[in-house]
């Protein structure tokens, strides 16, 4: 089943302890992409990456760290989590920029 | 993102009834896409529109693309319990900077009453 698949769903954690959330597409997409989700503001990119090793900026990438050594992955790295990034993160992939397959979501409490 | 505006925010319609939504860019757009969300869960991608004056129709739903290619609207025809969820509104702009990039409006909020 072709899928993008999100870890963890949920997680409740504390101001600056590094987290990932994981990304992983059976599909074969060139494209990846993180975005977050906030009430009122609708989806806002992160980051994006066009292939393996090619990541790019999107509207809100301050706090955000990626990295994509396979084409299947491409994890989403907080290295010191704040408060203001509590909201619900999804993974898109794609073989272009616009059909894309979402994940699930990860709702991310950083308290 | 404030370069896409969706309205209305939310609208509750009684089943069997239409409804509309929009969404208007600042910008001409390269391709518009069309996505709905159940509450928090992820997206299905429902349409794509490109070409001015484009209209599409998939089932009891109808999109449209207006010709100078800034402006879509979604329509419901005869709705359904199954229709309630949040649609949201994609593009992609005619912009050199804009390459790889989706932005999303804010999303409408449809509530489907019996």
Known sequence: EAQVTQNPRYLITVT?????????????HEYMSWYRQDPGLGLRQ???????????????????KVSRKEKRNFPLILES????QTSLYFCASSTGTAFLHFGDGTRLSIL | SQELEQSPQSLIVQEGKNLTINCTSSKTLYGLYWYKQKYGEGLIFLMMLQKGGEEKSHEKITAKLDEKKQQSSLHITASQPSHAGIYLCGAEFMTTDSWGKLQFGAGTQVVVTP
């Open chain 1, 16 to 28: 600056g302890k590094k987290l990932t959330v994981t990304c992983s597409q059976n599909m074969n």
């Open chain 1, 46 to 64: 992160i980051y994006y990456s066009m292939n393996v090793e090619v990541t790019d900026k999107g509207d809100v990438p301050e706090g955000y």
């Open chain 1, 81 to 84: 989590p704040s408060p203001n």
